[in-house]
Protein backbone atom coordinates (compact mmCIF):
# COMPACT_ATOMS: atom_id res chain seq x y z
CA UNK A 1 0.00 0.00 0.00
CA UNK A 2 1.46 3.02 -1.12
CA UNK A 3 -0.20 6.25 0.01
CA UNK A 4 -0.24 9.05 -1.28
CA UNK A 5 2.64 9.01 -3.78
CA UNK A 6 4.16 13.10 -5.31
CA UNK A 7 6.59 13.16 -8.02
CA UNK A 8 8.52 15.02 -8.27
CA UNK A 9 10.18 15.48 -4.55
CA UNK A 10 12.76 18.17 -6.25
CA UNK A 11 11.98 20.87 -9.05
CA UNK A 12 13.59 23.47 -10.20
CA UNK A 13 12.04 26.14 -12.38
CA UNK A 14 12.78 28.76 -14.41
CA UNK A 15 10.09 32.02 -14.50
CA UNK A 16 7.40 31.33 -17.36
CA UNK A 17 7.95 27.84 -17.13
CA UNK A 18 5.29 25.10 -16.75
CA UNK A 19 5.38 22.43 -15.10
CA UNK A 20 3.07 19.37 -13.23
CA UNK A 21 3.16 17.89 -10.17
CA UNK A 22 1.46 14.38 -10.05
CA UNK A 23 -0.32 13.37 -7.16
CA UNK A 24 -1.47 9.61 -7.12
CA UNK A 25 -3.11 7.82 -3.99
CA UNK A 26 -4.08 3.91 -3.74
CA UNK A 27 -6.61 3.91 -1.41
CA UNK A 28 -9.77 4.87 -3.13
CA UNK A 29 -10.11 8.02 -1.90
CA UNK A 30 -12.87 10.39 -3.22
CA UNK A 31 -11.39 13.70 -1.64
CA UNK A 32 -7.51 14.76 -2.99
CA UNK A 33 -6.11 18.09 -2.43
CA UNK A 34 -3.15 20.48 -3.08
CA UNK A 35 -1.66 22.49 -0.43
CA UNK A 36 1.40 24.82 -0.32
CA UNK A 37 3.24 25.53 2.19
CA UNK A 38 5.24 28.63 2.60
CA UNK A 39 7.60 29.52 5.06
CA UNK A 40 6.39 30.51 8.81
CA UNK A 41 3.33 29.37 7.49
CA UNK A 42 0.53 27.28 7.89
CA UNK A 43 -0.55 25.26 4.72
CA UNK A 44 -2.55 26.73 2.36
CA UNK A 45 -5.21 25.07 0.01
CA UNK A 46 -4.55 25.91 -3.62
CA UNK A 47 -8.03 23.38 -4.86
CA UNK A 48 -9.33 20.25 -3.85
CA UNK A 49 -11.30 17.65 -5.55
CA UNK A 50 -14.32 15.89 -4.43
CA UNK A 51 -14.17 13.08 -7.12
CA UNK A 52 -13.30 12.30 -10.44
CA UNK A 53 -14.45 14.96 -12.67
CA UNK A 54 -15.06 17.30 -9.74
CA UNK A 55 -12.62 20.39 -8.81
CA UNK A 56 -12.97 23.80 -6.94
CA UNK A 57 -10.69 26.42 -5.55
CA UNK A 58 -9.53 26.68 -2.25
CA UNK A 59 -7.89 30.00 -0.74
CA UNK A 60 -5.06 30.54 -3.07
CA UNK A 61 -5.98 29.12 -6.32
CA UNK A 62 -3.78 31.76 -8.86
CA UNK A 63 -1.99 30.71 -11.25
CA UNK A 64 -2.89 26.90 -10.65
CA UNK A 65 -4.96 24.56 -12.52
CA UNK A 66 -6.15 20.37 -11.59
CA UNK A 67 -8.11 18.06 -13.35
CA UNK A 68 -9.57 14.81 -11.71
CA UNK A 69 -9.83 12.01 -14.74
CA UNK A 70 -9.71 9.10 -12.26
CA UNK A 71 -10.27 8.64 -8.74
CA UNK A 72 -6.64 7.87 -8.43
CA UNK A 73 -4.80 10.82 -9.84
CA UNK A 74 -4.82 14.40 -9.27
CA UNK A 75 -2.22 16.90 -11.26
CA UNK A 76 -1.27 19.91 -10.47
CA UNK A 77 -0.61 22.18 -12.92
CA UNK A 78 1.52 25.73 -12.96
CA UNK A 79 0.70 27.75 -16.15
CA UNK A 80 3.36 30.02 -16.22
CA UNK A 81 5.82 29.42 -13.18
CA UNK A 82 6.67 32.75 -11.17
CA UNK A 83 9.55 33.43 -8.01
CA UNK A 84 6.13 33.63 -5.67
CA UNK A 85 4.97 29.99 -6.76
CA UNK A 86 8.54 28.56 -4.77
CA UNK A 87 7.11 26.41 -1.85
CA UNK A 88 6.73 23.17 -0.62
CA UNK A 89 3.54 21.26 -2.28
CA UNK A 90 1.62 18.78 -0.30
CA UNK A 91 -0.99 16.56 -2.02
CA UNK A 92 -3.51 15.16 0.70
CA UNK A 93 -6.42 12.66 0.23
CA UNK A 94 -9.61 11.24 2.24
CA UNK A 95 -12.59 9.06 2.38
CA UNK A 96 -15.60 11.50 1.94
CA UNK A 97 -17.31 11.02 5.17
CA UNK A 98 -21.10 11.73 5.85
CA UNK A 99 -22.35 14.56 7.58
CA UNK A 100 -20.03 17.42 6.69
CA UNK A 101 -18.10 16.80 4.15
CA UNK A 102 -14.94 13.94 3.40
CA UNK A 103 -13.03 16.00 6.23
CA UNK A 104 -15.47 14.88 8.85
CA UNK A 105 -13.15 12.76 11.23
CA UNK A 106 -11.81 10.78 8.44
CA UNK A 107 -7.71 10.39 8.27
CA UNK A 108 -6.37 12.65 6.00
CA UNK A 109 -3.50 11.21 4.51
CA UNK A 110 -0.60 13.48 2.95
CA UNK A 111 2.41 13.11 0.18
CA UNK A 112 6.04 13.34 1.56
CA UNK A 113 6.05 16.97 -0.36
CA UNK A 114 7.47 18.25 -3.76
CA UNK A 115 9.64 21.07 -3.25
CA UNK A 116 9.67 23.83 -6.08
CA UNK A 117 12.15 26.52 -6.93
CA UNK A 118 11.27 29.50 -9.29
CA UNK A 119 14.35 31.36 -9.98
CA UNK B 1 -13.78 33.31 7.51
CA UNK B 2 -12.48 30.67 9.65
CA UNK B 3 -9.00 31.49 11.36
CA UNK B 4 -6.37 29.57 13.72
CA UNK B 5 -3.65 31.41 15.78
CA UNK B 6 -0.71 29.35 17.45
CA UNK B 7 0.77 32.37 19.47
CA UNK B 8 3.78 30.65 20.63
CA UNK B 9 6.38 30.55 17.37
CA UNK B 10 8.92 28.37 19.19
CA UNK B 11 8.89 26.28 22.77
CA UNK B 12 12.08 24.74 24.25
CA UNK B 13 11.04 21.48 27.09
CA UNK B 14 14.05 19.23 28.71
CA UNK B 15 13.38 15.73 28.04
CA UNK B 16 10.57 14.04 30.10
CA UNK B 17 8.96 17.41 31.19
CA UNK B 18 5.35 18.26 30.25
CA UNK B 19 4.93 21.14 27.80
CA UNK B 20 1.43 22.65 26.14
CA UNK B 21 1.03 24.18 22.92
CA UNK B 22 -1.44 26.78 22.16
CA UNK B 23 -4.17 27.17 19.55
CA UNK B 24 -6.98 29.04 18.90
CA UNK B 25 -9.64 29.60 15.95
CA UNK B 26 -12.35 31.46 15.17
CA UNK B 27 -15.77 30.58 13.42
CA UNK B 28 -19.11 31.12 13.35
CA UNK B 29 -20.31 27.34 12.63
CA UNK B 30 -21.37 24.98 15.31
CA UNK B 31 -19.94 21.45 13.58
CA UNK B 32 -16.46 20.81 12.81
CA UNK B 33 -13.16 19.17 13.75
CA UNK B 34 -9.90 20.19 15.26
CA UNK B 35 -6.55 18.52 14.34
CA UNK B 36 -2.93 18.73 15.36
CA UNK B 37 -0.28 17.37 13.16
CA UNK B 38 3.57 17.30 13.83
CA UNK B 39 6.43 17.66 11.12
CA UNK B 40 9.68 16.32 11.47
CA UNK B 41 12.63 17.50 9.80
CA UNK B 42 11.44 15.27 6.60
CA UNK B 43 8.44 17.32 6.20
CA UNK B 44 6.09 14.41 6.31
CA UNK B 45 2.59 15.72 8.05
CA UNK B 46 1.90 13.64 11.11
CA UNK B 47 -1.28 13.05 12.43
CA UNK B 48 -1.27 13.33 16.55
CA UNK B 49 -4.66 13.65 17.96
CA UNK B 50 -7.98 14.97 16.64
CA UNK B 51 -11.40 16.23 18.09
CA UNK B 52 -15.04 16.61 17.13
CA UNK B 53 -16.56 19.57 18.14
CA UNK B 54 -19.82 18.15 19.71
CA UNK B 55 -17.69 15.87 21.57
CA UNK B 56 -16.99 17.50 25.00
CA UNK B 57 -14.77 14.50 26.13
CA UNK B 58 -11.07 15.47 25.76
CA UNK B 59 -9.08 13.23 23.34
CA UNK B 60 -5.83 11.52 24.23
CA UNK B 61 -3.79 9.55 22.64
CA UNK B 62 -1.21 8.02 24.45
CA UNK B 63 1.29 10.49 26.07
CA UNK B 64 -0.49 13.20 23.91
CA UNK B 65 -3.68 15.12 24.93
CA UNK B 66 -6.00 18.02 24.28
CA UNK B 67 -7.80 20.55 26.65
CA UNK B 68 -10.90 21.37 23.97
CA UNK B 69 -12.48 24.29 25.49
CA UNK B 70 -15.26 24.91 22.58
CA UNK B 71 -16.71 28.44 24.22
CA UNK B 72 -13.28 30.00 24.56
CA UNK B 73 -12.51 28.71 20.73
CA UNK B 74 -9.11 27.15 22.34
CA UNK B 75 -7.74 23.51 21.81
CA UNK B 76 -4.44 23.01 23.28
CA UNK B 77 -2.28 20.00 23.26
CA UNK B 78 -0.44 18.53 25.89
CA UNK B 79 2.23 16.23 25.67
CA UNK B 80 3.51 14.38 28.78
CA UNK B 81 6.84 12.45 29.12
CA UNK B 82 8.10 14.16 26.12
CA UNK B 83 10.76 12.61 24.10
CA UNK B 84 13.74 13.80 22.27
CA UNK B 85 11.48 12.24 18.79
CA UNK B 86 8.78 14.81 19.74
CA UNK B 87 11.37 17.61 18.32
CA UNK B 88 9.24 18.68 15.33
CA UNK B 89 6.87 21.80 14.00
CA UNK B 90 3.38 21.58 15.00
CA UNK B 91 0.52 22.89 13.78
CA UNK B 92 -2.97 22.92 14.52
CA UNK B 93 -5.95 23.12 11.92
CA UNK B 94 -9.70 23.25 12.22
CA UNK B 95 -11.51 21.08 9.29
CA UNK B 96 -15.04 21.93 8.15
CA UNK B 97 -16.66 20.50 5.19
CA UNK B 98 -13.61 20.83 2.29
CA UNK B 99 -10.97 22.23 3.76
CA UNK B 100 -8.28 22.79 6.58
CA UNK B 101 -7.55 26.02 7.75
CA UNK B 102 -4.21 25.62 9.34
CA UNK B 103 -2.47 28.30 12.05
CA UNK B 104 1.46 29.17 11.65
CA UNK B 105 2.76 26.06 13.94
CA UNK B 106 5.03 25.75 17.09
CA UNK B 107 8.21 24.27 16.69
CA UNK B 108 9.24 22.40 19.46
CA UNK B 109 12.48 21.62 20.83
CA UNK B 110 12.68 18.72 23.38
CA UNK B 111 16.24 18.94 25.02
CA UNK B 112 18.33 15.57 26.04
Known amino acids: NAGVTQTPKFQVLKTGQSMTLQCAQD?????MSWYRQDPGMGLRLIHY???????DQGEVPNGYNVSRSTTEDFPLRLLSAAPSQTSVYFC??????????????????FGEGSWLTVV | AQTVTQSQPEMSVQEAETVTLSCTYDTSESNYYLFWYKQPPSRQMILVIR????KQQNATENRFSVNFQKAAKSFSLKISDSQLGDTAMYFCAFGSNYQLIWGAGTKLIIKP
Open chain 2, 51 to 54: QEAY
Open chain 1, 92 to 109: ASSYSGVGRGPLSGNTIY
Open chain 1, 49 to 55: SVGAGIT
Open chain 1, 27 to 31: MNHEY
